[in-house]
């Protein structure tokens, strides 16, 4: 091929890339930057004027913001919890999805139907759900423990965004797993058979260390997404009661439009977000990236 024909194509492929390039630049890398520059001001979102004050926003939001604080801790409380279960119950959801052979394709889109709604969507219902069918089905059966406060009280809210979380989100992942688990050849698990190892051990020994690029990806996905989890929160709890269920996004969102309008304080905050899920997400490709050269 001529250096003149690759040139051509090249500036072909160019023009089909530019236009979603312009979007993504003006919508997501501009506004990015914008960010950074506002979060060292004290600009209210309002007016066309502001001062530049520095990091000082950021030495509030680390030191001098408690409310930030707990948000920062309660959604690092929820990333763990979900990052394990989640991960856990999709890859157990995919295994007895694989397992099937004639109702595959039925429970696979049985499973994967919540993620097709939005979780604000979903948040409405589970909200119907908690107030009016748990307590309902609690006096009709005597089991009390579902007849609880699950939004009002805060030592409970919390497991009800875990619910909503998991319903929405172990879908996903669980079609990671079965195009994963669709890898792994057949002649691996039937030798397996052969030497005597049960179902956990074939799962263990062999099927897992087949499918950890998925785990990965699986895991990182989890990671980033619960890190900025704000649609299950709002819908479900609003961030109360008082801020007992306030993650990162919404005290952000709280900071900027609803309470303060300090918006380059709230700038501020969204870049320590950005650079905690960065650094996480980093060293757990780093720890799985090396575990999969073992494997």
């Keep these: 091929m001529s250096v003149s024909k690759k040139k051509k194509q090249s500036i072909i492929l160019l023009a089909f890339v530019l236009p979603a390039l312009l979007f993504y630049a003006v919508f997501t890398i501009a506004p990015a930057f914008g960010g950074v520059w506002y979060s ?67 429970f696979r889109t049985i499973f ?11 948040g409405f219902m589970w909200v119907f759900i908690f107030t009016k069918v748990l307590p309902v089905i609690a006096e009709k059966t005597g089991w009390l423990l579902l007849d609880q406060s699950w939004i009002g009280d805060p030592s409970i809210s919390f497991y009800s965004i875990i619910i909503l979380s998991l319903w929405g989100g172990v879908g996903y992942q669980m079609v990671i797993y079965i195009a994963a ?53 709002f819908a479900l709890t609003g961030g109360g009661p008082g801020r007992s269920t306030q993650v990162i996004a ?9 309470f303060n309008q300090r918006y380059g304080y709230a700038s501020a905050k969204a870049i320590i977000l950005f650079l905690i899920v960065l650094l996480i997400t980093m060293i757990q490709l780093w720890i799985m990236k090396r575990r999969e050269v073992e494997a």
């Design 40 to 106: 060292l001001t004290n600009w209210n979102g309002l007016n066309p004027t502001y001062k530049m004050v520095g990091f000082s926003n950021y030495r509030e939001a680390l030191g001098n913001d408690p409310y930030f604080i707990h948000s920062i801790v309660f959604t690092l409380k929820y990333v763990l919890i979900m990052v394990i279960i989640q991960n856990a119950i999709a890859l157990l959801l995919a295994v007895f999805v694989e397992s099937r052979r004639k109702s595959k394709v039925l």
């Design 112 to 122: 994967f139907m919540p993620n097709m709604l939005s979780l604000i969507i979903g």
């Design 181 to 233: 688990l669709q890898g792994v050849p057949e002649q691996l698990k039937e030798a397996a058979a052969i030497d005597g190892a049960n179902s956990v051990q074939s799962l263990r020994h062999v099927t897992l260390p087949m499918i950890y690029p998925a785990l990965t990806i699986g895991i990182f996905l989890t990671l980033s997404t619960s890190f900025k989890v704000f649609d299950a929160v």
């Design 250 to 258: 919404i005290n952000i969102v709280d900071e900027a439009f609803r």
